[in-house]
């Protein structure tokens, strides 16, 4: 059974861009989380999708921003990127029952510059 | 909502010694409690949960409701333990994770 795949693995971008980074997850896994993780700050969620609706969110701004397919696959956006973006973004999939293991990708490693 | 605190950022053990990795949290209720590994270069992993009750790699977590606890323990650290490790309730299916500790397990 393939993991979960996050693309691409390392971006940079510049002040003020904008970013999609995308997650594939595990086949027959229909919630998709994306969590942000920064040496400061740990690991911090983002928000979750399950069938192509936002379910939880997290604390962050609205520049922050997802979505999922059909096909369960998600994009996460980041618009007018600042400095402080700059941090692994980490996907996660799981079946979407409350409180079961959720299998994360390897991330995307992303430097604003 | 649900949070946890892990004290120690980094923690150094030799070889062959025990190990405890400290969990606590802040909530009440019957909490659900996940510890999630990553290696070097490896994706987040989940290393065991409290309610399985069981031992990975030699490792094992209890719940302590008194103390409010749920360190990780390991009566004999190897190299391969050196990780990452994150305490994390679950809420749903978003998890809380700690701030992690890091392992380094001195040969």
């Known amino acids: 059974k393939a993991g979960v795949t996050q693309t691409p693995r390392y971006l940079i971008k510049t002040r003020g861009q904008q970013v999609t980074l995308s997650c594939s997850p595990i086949s027959g896994h229909r919630s998709v989380s994306w969590y942000q993780q920064t040496p400061g700050q740990g690991l911090q969620f983002l928000f979750e999708?399950?069938?192509?609706?936002?379910?939880n969110k997290g604390n962050f701004p609205g520049r922050f921003s997802g979505r999922q397919f059909s096909n369960s696959r998600s994009e996460m956006n980041v618009s007018t990127l600042e400095l402080g973006d700059s941090a692994l973004y980490l996907c996660a999939s799981s079946l979407g029952q409350p409180n079961t293991e959720a299998f994360f990708g390897q991330g995307t490693r992303l430097t604003v510059v | 909502a649900q949070r946890v605190t892990q004290p120690e950022k980094l923690l150094s053990v030799f070889k062959g010694a025990p190990v405890e990795l400290k969990c606590n949290y802040s909530y009440s209720g019957s909490p659900e409690l996940f510890w999630y590994v990553q290696y070097s270069r490896q994706r987040l992993q989940l290393l065991l949960r409290h309610i399985s009750r069981e031992s990975i790699k030699g490792f094992t977590a209890d719940l302590n409701k008194g103390e409010t606890s749920f360190h990780l323990k390991k009566p004999f650290a190897q190299e391969e333990d050196s990780a990452m490790y994150y305490c994390a309730p679950p809420s749903g299916n978003q998890f809380y994770f700690g701030t992690g500790t890091s392992l380094t397990v001195i040969p």
């Open positions: 999708y399950f069938s192509e609706t936002q379910r």
